[in-house]
């Protein structure tokens, strides 16, 4: 028989633990990559509309689904819409092994450029820096490493890992992203930075390619569409107010992000280093580990504290984001098949690594599995969650629980109708552009 189920100790222990699983590599070095591909401005206007007309709602889909079943995705949906619905518990949990693989990989050159930035400095030459160090063997040694730091927190449980990391790294984080925006703010020439950032380029609203871009942000920002959310609020006790919480960590997800673009921008622009953000050799999706090395080299003797920081800043957001993926996983395989954390996280863990190889050995695998698994496969997800809830699921107001019932009428009317046309629309673009990218690789 299993152990009695663990919960969070209470307190600030779930939302930090979500904040953490939302606040990661995404809020820093993808959404800044498809804020400088999709015209600044107009992305930021789009990502805060998806935010809120299908990222809030599906959050709040999984919590309900999560806290109500006390079980990790696959039995939760079994529970509420029998076995005809396990296989949308199976999409999320090959959605986790996916995403991490090559998420660790781009972890990995972020905790190589902390460890070496601090203690030699950044080098001069980083585009050839890091064409060097984000394909190959080393880059495959850094990947591993890391993902032996996230097994070893999941393999501590709930409350003794994931918990009191996220409650000793969050607050540090959090302090690291601000103080270096105030010292963004005093560089000569920060300002030409923040009109870029803020500049919006209306007509771009309306281009279907920058709402996907902007949907499939969302969702990965927030870590919706994979049953993260929902595997957190398993462990969820009932008087936690979920619309309240999932408000939240809504708000510190898209604070975050945008105090992160604060530090970017101007850095880049008092630097002179603006126009290379938008690609070169390396493309955008590398241009941020490239141009800000760049940056940090070229301060002075600043540079390594700055650098230093803002990748030690890095690293942390994405270990926090890491354990979230690797807890579906590892809640799936405790629940359903009977195993100790510690071998759950071990096996799951030690074939994530497997996966993730081919991410290290050759970027435009990993471009491709964010693309399938970081944008795709999360729309889709998001699709059938909205449907499961909206339609399947008996009585989903009653399950939030609480005292207000204000606003839940339209957040089921949202689930029904609104969240899957947006969804399925994303997910046809979505489904072109990694394609798209297929065709790329295989010509
Ligand atoms: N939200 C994380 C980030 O912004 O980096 C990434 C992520 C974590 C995506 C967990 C999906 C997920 F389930």
Redesign the pocket.
């Known amino acids: 028989m299993n152990a009695p189920r663990e919960h969070w100790s209470g307190g600030l222990g779930f939302t930090l633990a979500a904040v953490g699983?939302?606040?990661?590599?995404?809020?820093m070095w993808?959404f800044s990559y498809m804020a400088a591909e999709n015209g600044g401005g107009a992305f930021v206007v789009l990502y805060v509309v998806m935010t809120l007309l299908i990222g809030l709602p599906v959050m709040l889909a999984e919590f309900t689904l999560g806290r109500g079943a006390a079980r990790s995705p696959i039995e939760a949906i079994g529970h509420y819409g029998g076995s005809r619905w396990k296989p949308l518990g199976v999409l999320f949990v090959v959605?986790?092994f996916t995403?991490l693989g090559y998420?660790s990989v781009i972890a990995g050159w972020a905790v190589r450029y902390a460890v070496e930035g601090l203690a030699f400095g950044f080098p001069a030459d980083a585009g050839a820096h890091f064409g060097e160090i984000s394909e190959g063997w080393d880059t495959v040694a850094w990947h591993l490493g890391f993902m032996a730091i996230t097994v070893f927190v999941v393999s501590g449980g709930v409350r003794a890992g994931i918990e009191r990391a996220a409650i000793l790294l969050m607050p540090a984080l959090g302090a690291m992203i601000i103080g270096l925006a105030i010292y963004a703010n005093s560089l000569e020439g920060a300002g030409a930075g923040y009109a870029y950032y803020f500049q919006t380029d209306f007509i771009q609203i309306l281009d279907f390619d920058v709402a996907r871009d902007a949907a499939g942000q969302a969702f990965?920002?927030?870590?919706?569409?994979?049953g993260?959310m929902l595997t957190y609020a398993s462990y969820l006790s009932r008087e936690h107010d979920l619309p309240q919480e999932a408000g939240l960590i809504a708000i510190s997800?898209f604070g975050i992000a945008v105090v992160a673009g604060l530090v970017i921008f101007p850095l880049l622009f008092a630097l002179g280093l603006e126009t290379q953000i938008m690609g070169g050799e390396t493309g955008t999706l590398g241009a941020l580990f490239v141009v800000l090395p760049k940056a940090f080299s070229s301060m002075g003797a600043a540079g390594p504290f700055v650098g230093g920081a803002f990748m030690v800043a890095l690293s942390v957001?994405?270990v926090t984001?890491a354990m979230?993926?690797l807890e579906?996983v590892v809640a799936t395989a405790v629940d359903g098949l009977g195993w100790s954390r510690p071998k759950a996280a071990i096996v799951s863990g030690a074939a994530i690594a497997l996966l993730g190889i081919p991410a290290a050995l050759d970027i435009g695998i990993l471009e491709l599995m964010d693309s399938v698994g970081?944008a795709l496969f999360?729309l889709v997800g998001g699709f059938f969650l909205a449907l499961f809830v909206g339609w399947r699921v008996p009585d989903p107001i009653a399950e939030v629980g609480g005292t207000r019932r204000a606003g839940l009428g339209l957040w089921r009317f949202l689930l029904r109708w609104v969240v899957p046309s947006v969804l399925l629309l994303m997910s046809y673009f979505q489904g072109q552009a990694s394609l798209e990218l297929i065709r790329k690789l295989a010509g």
């Open positions: 699983s939302a606040v990661g590599l995404g809020n993808r959605t986790g995403i998420y990965f920002s927030l870590s919706l569409g994979m993260t997800d957001a994405a984001s979230s993926l579906v970081g999360l």
